[in-house]
């Protein structure tokens, strides 16, 4: 009765949700009109039968999960590998990521025929889920076929298991068809037993979001375009707003009133915001140019306009603030800049990341504001003091190692449950 009223509301829906993709959506980002079918479980291209599926909603767990993908195609390398998202960056991405070493295609919207047509088209023989990607339609199709699920590096938050307890019923059906879950620590484990999650499936792990290893070529790259700017103070507003970009140009021109030669480089969340930003760029006093053209060494501001390249412009940094974060938009990781050793400057709004903040706060690695003039005191504070921005940028990059080793935590369960899979 649960999957039935679920699925009944869903179709009550259906005809919103498909015009807010392909419509709305589509009208801010054309790409999201392409491989539209996909999302209806309909696919043009050749999806691998009895594949090992990944689903990484968007663009943030698919850096995460990188790492343990490529980890496991070595380990698994006869494993048909099929790896699944909701939007088109988060597509890129993997494509960027992974190449031709997995499939890519689009989850399909979890209507009840839509999730059957692709569970029975591929048949999987894993279903691996980031973070808090719980499907009804999915799971029940899944377990038909007697295809595990597995809930890696999942996170509930306080207020989401709220939610989720005001649909106690569909969350309790969710629950009982997962078999394994990993989950980022002992509070978010115990909110996802309280949802009705036997204790036997749940396993701390960890976050792999701290598994970041850098490689020679991510520092060289780095390096090289450092020399580009020439000495420069340089800050990064990495994955900004609408209602942020504002805040962030704002404390800019007050850090220039110092530091006169400092450098922003403003990287939007979302593609549909470059033009957005570059008005807003347009308007100010300030000289800026776009990372996809020739940088004009006048420029006070360069437009990260270029997908896949924040944790490089990281690495080309002083100090880097994280965006989502002054805005109630919950925040974005902060462990790539924390891998390159940056102090991290962050707003108030953190809670999608409260599993890694709080270890940083205790470091004195992060530190928090409240607006723009906060924001650009802190920076001429930091920037007229290397020897703490260094100690803070160490501390981040501690914060980083003595919390890494989930990605092998996690591919040893997913062996397990592979192994199980064959033997049955």
Same mark, same amino acid.
């Given at each position: ?9 869903? $179709? ?23 491989? !539209? ?21 968007? *663009? ?11 980890? +496991? ?20 991405? =993997? ?6 070493? #997995?499939? *890519? ?11 059957? /047509? ?20 999915? +799971?029940?199709?899944? /377990?038909?076929?007697?295809?595990? =699920? ?22 309790? +059906? ?17 909110? !996802? ?8 499936? *749940?396993? #701390?792990?960890?976050?792999?979001? !701290? ?20 000495? /420069?103070?340089?800050?990064? $507003? ?88 002054? =805005? ?11 891998? !390159? ?11 999608? +990341? ?41 501390? $981040? ?28």
């Amino acid at each position: 009765m649960t999957q039935l009223l679920y699925s009944l509301s869903l $179709a009550l829906l259906s005809p919103l949700i498909l015009l807010y993709l392909y419509a709305i959506r589509g009208n801010k980002q054309s790409a999201y009109r392409q491989n !539209f079918l996909e999302r209806l479980g309909i696919y043009s291209t050749e999806i691998p039968k009895h594949a090992v599926v990944f689903h990484c909603a968007s *663009v943030g767990e698919v850096l995460a999960a990188t790492p343990l993908i490529k980890t +496991f195609i070595q380990q698994n390398p006869l494993e048909n590998i099929l790896v699944t998202c909701n939007s088109p960056t988060g597509r890129v991405q =993997i494509e960027q990521n992974l190449g031709n070493t #997995v499939t *890519v295609c689009y989850l399909p919207i979890d209507f009840y025929f839509s999730s059957k /047509r692709f569970i029975h088209h591929v048949q999987p023989k894993l279903l691996v889920m980031l973070e808090t990607e719980l499907w009804p339609n999915l +799971f029940a199709h899944a /377990r038909q076929l007697n295809c595990p =699920i597995n809930i890696i590096n999942a996170r509930l938050s306080e207020k989401s298991f709220l939610g989720y307890q005001k649909i106690a019923p569909l969350s309790r +059906f969710i629950m009982q068809h997962i078999n394994t879950l990993a989950s980022h620590n002992d509070e978010d484990a115990q909110r !996802f037993i309280r949802l009705g999650l036997e204790p036997h499936k *749940v396993m #701390v792990t960890g976050s792999i979001k !701290f598994d970041i290893q850098l490689t020679k070529h991510d520092k060289n790259t780095a390096n090289q375009l450092k020399q580009t700017f020439s000495e /420069r103070p340089i800050w990064v $507003a990495g994955s900004t707003h609408p209602g942020e970009h504002e805040q962030i140009l704002a404390a800019h021109q007050i850090l220039l009133n110092t530091h006169p030669s400092a450098l922003l480089i403003i990287a939007p969340r979302h593609p549909e915001q470059f033009n957005k930003v570059e008005a807003l760029l347009t308007q100010s006093p300030l000289q800026h140019c776009r990372r996809s053209s020739t940088f004009d060494p006048k420029s006070q501001v360069l437009l990260a306009d270029t997908l896949g390249e924040l944790k490089m412009l990281f690495g080309c940094a002083d100090i880097a603030y994280i965006g989502g974060s002054l =805005i109630e938009r919950g925040g974005h990781n902060p462990l790539e800049a924390a891998a !390159f050793s940056l102090p991290i400057l962050t707003g108030p709004h953190v809670y999608n +990341f409260a599993h890694i903040y709080p270890l940083l706060f205790e470091l004195n690695a992060a530190t928090k504001v409240s607006n723009s003039q906060e924001l650009a005191s802190l920076l001429n504070t930091l920037l007229n003091d290397e020897p703490q921005r260094k100690t803070q940028g160490k501390q $981040a990059l501690a914060c980083l190692a003595r919390n890494q080793g989930a990605i092998t935590k996690t591919l040893n369960l997913l062996q397990s449950q592979l192994k199980t899979t064959e033997q049955s």
